[in-house]
Protein backbone atom coordinates (compact mmCIF):
# COMPACT_ATOMS: atom_id res chain seq x y z
CA UNK A 1 0.00 0.00 0.00
CA UNK A 2 1.35 3.31 -1.08
CA UNK A 3 0.94 5.08 1.81
CA UNK A 4 2.65 8.06 3.44
CA UNK A 5 2.44 9.41 6.33
CA UNK A 6 3.25 12.96 8.29
CA UNK A 7 2.75 14.74 11.47
CA UNK A 8 -0.07 17.61 10.14
CA UNK A 9 1.45 19.39 13.67
CA UNK A 10 0.49 22.48 13.55
CA UNK A 11 4.24 23.49 15.08
CA UNK A 12 5.69 26.87 16.34
CA UNK A 13 8.86 27.43 16.64
CA UNK A 14 10.65 31.13 17.73
CA UNK A 15 12.35 32.74 14.73
CA UNK A 16 16.04 31.39 14.62
CA UNK A 17 15.16 27.69 15.42
CA UNK A 18 15.98 24.36 13.67
CA UNK A 19 13.16 23.29 12.60
CA UNK A 20 12.81 19.36 11.92
CA UNK A 21 10.17 18.02 9.45
CA UNK A 22 9.72 14.01 8.85
CA UNK A 23 7.55 11.55 6.98
CA UNK A 24 7.71 8.39 6.88
CA UNK A 25 6.60 5.52 4.18
CA UNK A 26 5.72 2.30 3.32
CA UNK A 27 6.33 1.69 0.07
CA UNK A 28 9.63 0.50 -0.43
CA UNK A 29 9.48 1.16 -4.38
CA UNK A 30 9.43 4.82 -3.81
CA UNK A 31 12.90 6.23 -5.17
CA UNK A 32 12.13 9.93 -5.47
CA UNK A 33 11.59 11.81 -2.36
CA UNK A 34 10.35 15.69 -2.11
CA UNK A 35 9.89 18.42 -0.17
CA UNK A 36 6.63 20.80 -1.30
CA UNK A 37 6.23 24.25 0.47
CA UNK A 38 2.62 25.97 0.45
CA UNK A 39 1.27 28.95 1.26
CA UNK A 40 -2.25 29.37 2.47
CA UNK A 41 -4.35 29.09 -1.14
CA UNK A 42 -1.56 28.83 -3.00
CA UNK A 43 0.20 25.28 -5.04
CA UNK A 44 2.99 23.88 -3.97
CA UNK A 45 6.27 24.89 -4.54
CA UNK A 46 9.28 22.37 -4.58
CA UNK A 47 11.78 23.10 -2.03
CA UNK A 48 14.02 20.32 -1.91
CA UNK A 49 14.48 16.89 -4.36
CA UNK A 50 16.73 13.82 -3.42
CA UNK A 51 16.74 10.57 -4.94
CA UNK A 52 17.60 7.18 -3.26
CA UNK A 53 19.01 7.54 0.10
CA UNK A 54 21.36 10.41 1.51
CA UNK A 55 21.33 13.47 2.50
CA UNK A 56 20.93 16.64 0.20
CA UNK A 57 21.76 20.31 1.13
CA UNK A 58 21.03 24.27 -0.25
CA UNK A 59 21.41 26.81 1.83
CA UNK A 60 19.20 26.57 5.26
CA UNK A 61 17.82 23.44 4.01
CA UNK A 62 18.62 20.11 4.40
CA UNK A 63 16.63 16.85 3.25
CA UNK A 64 17.73 13.46 4.71
CA UNK A 65 16.67 10.25 2.90
CA UNK A 66 16.73 6.98 4.83
CA UNK A 67 15.47 4.05 2.67
CA UNK A 68 16.21 1.30 5.12
CA UNK A 69 14.20 3.08 7.66
CA UNK A 70 11.30 4.43 5.39
CA UNK A 71 11.67 8.14 6.82
CA UNK A 72 12.43 11.28 5.48
CA UNK A 73 13.59 14.56 6.95
CA UNK A 74 13.72 18.13 5.93
CA UNK A 75 15.40 20.33 8.25
CA UNK A 76 15.54 23.71 8.14
CA UNK A 77 18.08 26.35 9.76
CA UNK A 78 18.08 29.34 11.06
CA UNK A 79 14.23 30.01 10.90
CA UNK A 80 12.63 32.66 9.45
CA UNK A 81 8.64 34.08 9.83
CA UNK A 82 8.94 34.03 5.83
CA UNK A 83 9.28 29.90 6.27
CA UNK A 84 5.60 29.63 7.53
CA UNK A 85 3.93 27.60 5.52
CA UNK A 86 2.48 24.38 5.56
CA UNK A 87 5.49 21.46 4.26
CA UNK A 88 4.58 18.77 2.21
CA UNK A 89 6.94 15.54 2.02
CA UNK A 90 6.02 14.00 -1.67
CA UNK A 91 7.69 10.48 -2.96
CA UNK A 92 7.17 8.34 -5.84
CA UNK A 93 8.44 5.64 -7.88
CA UNK A 94 8.71 7.81 -11.58
CA UNK A 95 10.33 10.72 -10.54
CA UNK A 96 7.29 13.78 -11.17
CA UNK A 97 4.77 11.43 -12.47
CA UNK A 98 2.19 9.87 -9.85
CA UNK A 99 3.56 11.73 -6.81
CA UNK A 100 2.05 10.16 -3.11
CA UNK A 101 1.92 13.05 -0.41
CA UNK A 102 1.52 13.34 3.09
CA UNK A 103 -0.88 15.78 4.86
CA UNK A 104 1.78 18.70 5.22
CA UNK A 105 2.82 19.77 8.47
CA UNK A 106 1.89 23.46 9.49
CA UNK A 107 4.95 25.25 10.31
CA UNK A 108 4.41 28.72 11.93
CA UNK A 109 8.24 30.92 13.09
CA UNK A 110 7.23 33.67 15.90
CA UNK A 111 9.31 36.31 15.48
CA UNK B 1 9.81 33.27 -14.04
CA UNK B 2 7.57 30.46 -16.72
CA UNK B 3 4.24 29.29 -14.15
CA UNK B 4 1.26 27.09 -14.96
CA UNK B 5 -1.72 29.24 -15.37
CA UNK B 6 -4.84 27.91 -14.00
CA UNK B 7 -8.76 29.46 -14.33
CA UNK B 8 -10.82 29.95 -12.93
CA UNK B 9 -9.84 30.76 -9.39
CA UNK B 10 -12.56 29.17 -7.77
CA UNK B 11 -15.76 27.84 -8.84
CA UNK B 12 -19.01 27.12 -7.33
CA UNK B 13 -21.35 25.04 -9.27
CA UNK B 14 -24.37 22.52 -8.60
CA UNK B 15 -24.26 19.24 -8.12
CA UNK B 16 -25.23 16.96 -11.47
CA UNK B 17 -23.50 19.79 -13.76
CA UNK B 18 -20.16 19.45 -16.19
CA UNK B 19 -17.72 21.92 -15.27
CA UNK B 20 -13.97 22.02 -16.99
CA UNK B 21 -10.95 23.20 -15.29
CA UNK B 22 -8.53 24.93 -17.73
CA UNK B 23 -5.07 25.04 -17.52
CA UNK B 24 -1.96 26.08 -19.22
CA UNK B 25 1.25 24.47 -18.77
CA UNK B 26 4.40 25.67 -18.88
CA UNK B 27 5.29 26.34 -22.83
CA UNK B 28 8.28 23.50 -23.06
CA UNK B 29 6.48 21.14 -20.95
CA UNK B 30 5.55 17.75 -22.27
CA UNK B 31 4.31 16.33 -19.39
CA UNK B 32 1.07 17.39 -17.61
CA UNK B 33 -0.79 16.44 -14.20
CA UNK B 34 -4.09 16.81 -12.29
CA UNK B 35 -3.89 16.60 -8.59
CA UNK B 36 -6.51 17.04 -5.79
CA UNK B 37 -6.76 18.58 -2.50
CA UNK B 38 -10.06 17.82 -0.40
CA UNK B 39 -10.24 20.10 2.24
CA UNK B 40 -8.05 19.01 5.46
CA UNK B 41 -6.59 16.20 3.20
CA UNK B 42 -3.50 14.82 1.06
CA UNK B 43 -3.11 16.00 -1.88
CA UNK B 44 -3.74 13.20 -4.23
CA UNK B 45 -2.57 12.03 -7.70
CA UNK B 46 -5.59 12.03 -10.16
CA UNK B 47 -3.87 11.23 -14.14
CA UNK B 48 -0.85 12.29 -16.25
CA UNK B 49 -1.19 12.98 -19.65
CA UNK B 50 1.78 12.64 -22.50
CA UNK B 51 1.73 13.09 -26.34
CA UNK B 52 -1.95 13.55 -26.20
CA UNK B 53 -2.75 10.75 -24.19
CA UNK B 54 -3.37 9.02 -20.74
CA UNK B 55 -0.01 7.85 -19.35
CA UNK B 56 -1.32 6.67 -15.49
CA UNK B 57 -4.61 7.70 -14.03
CA UNK B 58 -5.66 6.84 -10.15
CA UNK B 59 -8.74 4.77 -8.75
CA UNK B 60 -10.23 8.38 -8.89
CA UNK B 61 -10.23 8.81 -12.06
CA UNK B 62 -13.28 7.32 -13.24
CA UNK B 63 -15.36 7.47 -16.03
CA UNK B 64 -16.74 10.72 -14.95
CA UNK B 65 -13.00 12.38 -15.42
CA UNK B 66 -11.44 13.15 -18.88
CA UNK B 67 -9.09 15.55 -19.76
CA UNK B 68 -8.00 17.04 -23.11
CA UNK B 69 -5.13 19.13 -24.27
CA UNK B 70 -7.72 20.75 -27.07
CA UNK B 71 -5.21 23.18 -28.89
CA UNK B 72 -1.23 23.99 -28.09
CA UNK B 73 -1.65 25.62 -24.87
CA UNK B 74 -4.15 24.66 -22.60
CA UNK B 75 -4.78 21.54 -21.00
CA UNK B 76 -8.40 20.82 -19.64
CA UNK B 77 -9.86 18.21 -16.29
CA UNK B 78 -13.84 17.90 -17.42
CA UNK B 79 -15.59 16.34 -14.57
CA UNK B 80 -19.08 15.26 -16.20
CA UNK B 81 -22.19 14.92 -13.60
CA UNK B 82 -20.30 16.65 -10.17
CA UNK B 83 -20.99 15.06 -6.75
CA UNK B 84 -20.96 16.88 -3.43
CA UNK B 85 -17.44 14.91 -2.90
CA UNK B 86 -15.72 16.73 -5.55
CA UNK B 87 -15.62 19.26 -3.91
CA UNK B 88 -11.96 20.32 -3.61
CA UNK B 89 -8.92 22.47 -4.91
CA UNK B 90 -7.64 21.08 -8.06
CA UNK B 91 -3.68 21.70 -9.41
CA UNK B 92 -2.59 21.36 -12.25
CA UNK B 93 0.94 20.57 -12.72
CA UNK B 94 3.63 20.39 -15.84
CA UNK B 95 7.17 18.73 -16.39
CA UNK B 96 9.67 18.67 -18.95
CA UNK B 97 9.60 14.60 -18.36
CA UNK B 98 8.27 12.07 -16.03
CA UNK B 99 11.70 11.04 -14.93
CA UNK B 100 13.85 12.35 -11.95
CA UNK B 101 15.82 15.42 -13.46
CA UNK B 102 12.89 17.10 -13.78
CA UNK B 103 10.60 19.02 -11.15
CA UNK B 104 6.94 19.42 -11.56
CA UNK B 105 5.52 22.55 -10.98
CA UNK B 106 2.08 23.27 -9.48
CA UNK B 107 -0.37 25.82 -10.85
CA UNK B 108 -2.29 27.78 -8.01
CA UNK B 109 -5.19 25.56 -7.88
CA UNK B 110 -9.13 26.02 -8.81
CA UNK B 111 -11.19 25.60 -6.06
CA UNK B 112 -14.17 23.81 -6.51
CA UNK B 113 -17.45 24.10 -4.96
CA UNK B 114 -20.23 21.49 -5.42
CA UNK B 115 -23.80 22.91 -3.97
Known amino acids: QKEVEQDPGPLSVPEGAIVSLNCTYS??????FMWYRQYSRKGPELLMY????GNKEDGRFTAQVDKSSKYISLFIRDSQPSDSATYLCAMSETGANNLFFGTGTRLTVIP | EPEVTQTPSHQVTQMGQEVILRCVPI?????FYWYRQILGQKVEFLVSFYNNEISEKSEIFDDQFSVERPDGSNFTLKIRSTKLEDSAMYFCASSETRHSTTEAFFGQGTRLTVV
Open chain 2, 27 to 31: SNHLY
Open chain 1, 27 to 32: NSAFQY
Open chain 1, 50 to 53: TYSS
